[in-house]
């Protein structure tokens, strides 16, 4: 970010948040901004009243709206990826974490929304289509014409928006705790998630699990200040290891299917 600065020019985002983000914001001033509302599905478990560690991995794998990878549509589920995406967005656009709200909006119509000083709130919307943002990336500043489906807001009929429960998806603490926190936590919480998601994949591990090999690697690493990319090299691969280790102690098969939690 600092070396786009330093040239005169902008990082233009990709992934559909964050390029809504991007329209969103236009040429507006930075302090003009009273919070980035960044936009979630809510994934398979928004609504889900069920307990949590009997998820199925092709339950969590069942996403309503969007056809992505496996490792990200875990995320999804659990909501890890909005976390993920609240610290990009975050570093992306130069706004501190506190100001950066998730929404869930089962629709996935709206792909994220700026609120400014005056009350103001300009959103992005389109049919959830990856070819959109990529698009525009590659053709900014232009607009050209897309086979991207267009909008029927009559047969839509409305949009939804609820906040989301952090004690039910816990990787959202886990995300805002590690990204005011700063330095190299976030990429250990990151780290630590991918090989998470990796072991319940492989259903070594519970749902319900992923969160709390997360949590106890965070809570585990020793913050380094030293901004060098080594040191975020360093700290990576320590957190896949010891989130490893975690795994391991969970992955006590039972007779029948199952695990048992043995930390």
């Known amino acids: 970010m600092s070396l786009a600065a330093e040239n005169g020019t902008s990082v233009l985002p990709v992934d559909s948040e964050h390029s809504a983000i991007f329209q969103c914001c236009g040429g507006e001033k930075k302090s003009q901004i009273k919070k980035i509302l960044?936009?979630?599905?809510?994934?398979?478990?928004?609504?889900?009243?069920?307990?949590?560690?009997?998820?199925?991995?092709?339950?969590?794998?069942?996403?309503?709206?969007?056809?992505?990878?496996?490792?990200?549509?875990?995320?999804?589920?659990?909501?890890?990826?909005?976390?993920?995406?609240?610290?990009?967005?975050?570093?992306?656009?130069?706004?501190?974490?506190?100001?950066?709200?998730?929404?869930?909006?089962?629709?996935?119509?709206?792909?994220?929304?700026?609120?400014y000083v005056d009350g103001s709130v300009v959103a992005q919307l389109s049919n959830p289509d990856m070819r959109l943002p990529i698009q525009y990336a590659l053709t900014y500043p232009e607009r050209v014409s897309s086979n991207v489906k267009p909008l029927n807001f009559a047969k839509i009929g409305k949009l939804e928006f609820y906040k989301p429960d952090f004690n039910r998806f816990p990787c959202l603490k886990l995300a805002y705790y590690a990204a005011k926190k700063g330095h190299t936590l976030p990429a250990v919480m990151s780290a630590a998630n991918e090989a998470a998601v990796a072991a319940f994949l492989n259903k070594?591990?519970?749902?319900?699990?992923?969160?709390?090999?997360?949590?106890?690697?965070?809570?585990?690493?020793?913050?380094?200040?030293?901004?060098?990319?080594?040191?975020?090299?360093?700290?990576?691969?320590?957190?896949?290891?010891?989130?490893?280790?975690?795994?391991?102690k969970i992955s006590l098969v039972v007779p029948g299917g199952g695990s048992i939690w043995a930390l």
């Open 204 to 248: 070594e591990i519970k749902f319900t699990d992923i969160a709390k090999i997360v949590g106890k690697t965070v809570r585990a690493h020793k913050i380094s200040k030293d901004m060098l990319l080594n040191t975020f090299f360093t700290a990576d691969s320590w957190a896949r290891q010891y989130a490893k280790k975690l795994v391991n």
């Open 38 to 115: 960044l936009t979630a599905s809510g994934g398979p478990f928004y609504k889900y009243n069920k307990d949590f560690s009997k998820i199925t991995v092709e339950q969590a794998l069942d996403h309503p709206t969007w056809k992505m990878g496996k490792k990200i549509t875990i995320d999804s589920a659990t909501l890890m990826n909005k976390g993920l995406e609240a610290i990009e967005a975050s570093v992306l656009f130069g706004v501190p974490i506190d100001k950066i709200e998730i929404v869930i909006h089962p629709q996935s119509i709206v792909h994220s929304m700026v609120e």
